[in-house]
């Protein structure tokens, strides 16, 4: 179990440019997650997928994000013409099949990617 | 909509104190609860979770107890230590299997 990974791990980019993060979940977790984390603030959730399906898409912060999950393995997150506002930690967890209760499944989180817009 | 207030920090101890963080929450239904913990540097990782009403999580020498009445699931733990010194995050599981964080405690534990 390698745990879940993100790559890059820090990415600077220019106001206007694309970015794209990509998530490796643990093998065999059917739920991925992906969260913001400002300075100060706990992280805050942008979408999620089972298996390849993308069962949420209204959290995420704009029409310039989105996120895929092609195979149901690794997914990304894509922002286009960042923003300076977009400076911040992206992260992604996964977890097991849900259980019975509703939202008692643990989330394991990667490392994070952190994005500076300058 | 569901919601957690935890105690802001910094909170600064000294070593072998015990240790108190606050946390409340807003949600309908029984949701799951969590302690997420962030050393310096490092990734979020859980520390405990309960799911029911009365349920003790414990690990590592911290515990919490998921209390209906009070909405409330307090970090606590009698002896901190220097490596204890991380941001502790409160949360709730929403209804979309997602967490719902609280701003977090920055804990610094003093020798």
């Known amino acids: 179990d390698t745990g879940v990974s993100q790559d890059p791990r820090h990415k600077i980019t220019k106001r206007g440019q694309n970015v794209t993060f990509r998530c490796d979940p643990i093998?065999?977790?059917?739920?991925l997650y992906w969260y913001r984390q400002t300075l100060g603030q706990g992280p805050e959730f942008l979408t999620y997928?089972?298996?390849?399906?993308?069962?949420?898409k209204s959290r995420l912060l704009s029409d310039r994000f989105s996120a895929e999950r092609p195979k149901g393995s690794f997914s990304t997150l894509e922002i286009q013409r960042t923003e300076q506002g977009d400076s911040a930690m992206y992260l992604c967890?996964?977890?097991?099949?849900?259980?019975?209760?509703?939202?008692?499944?643990?989330?394991?989180f990667g490392p994070g990617t952190r994005l500076t817009v300058l | 909509g569901n919601s957690v207030t935890q105690m802001e920090g910094p909170v600064t101890l000294s070593e072998e104190a015990f240790l108190t963080i606050n946390c409340t929450y807003t949600a309908t239904g029984y949701p799951s609860l969590f302690w997420y913990v962030q050393y310096p540097g490092e990734g979020l990782q859980l520390l405990l979770k309960a799911t029911k009403a009365d349920d003790k999580g414990s690990n590592k020498g911290f515990e919490a107890t998921y209390r209906k009445e009070t909405t409330s699931f307090h970090l606590e733990k009698g002896s901190v230590q220097v490596s204890d010194s991380a941001v502790y995050f409160c949360a709730l599981g929403g209804s979309q299997g997602n967490l719902i964080f609280g701003k977090g405690t920055k804990l610094s534990v003093k020798p």
């Open positions: 967890a996964s977890s097991p099949r849900w259980g019975l209760s509703r939202a008692g499944d643990t989330q394991y």
């Open positions: 093998s065999e977790h059917n739920r």
């Open positions: 997928f089972q298996n390849e399906a993308q069962l949420e």
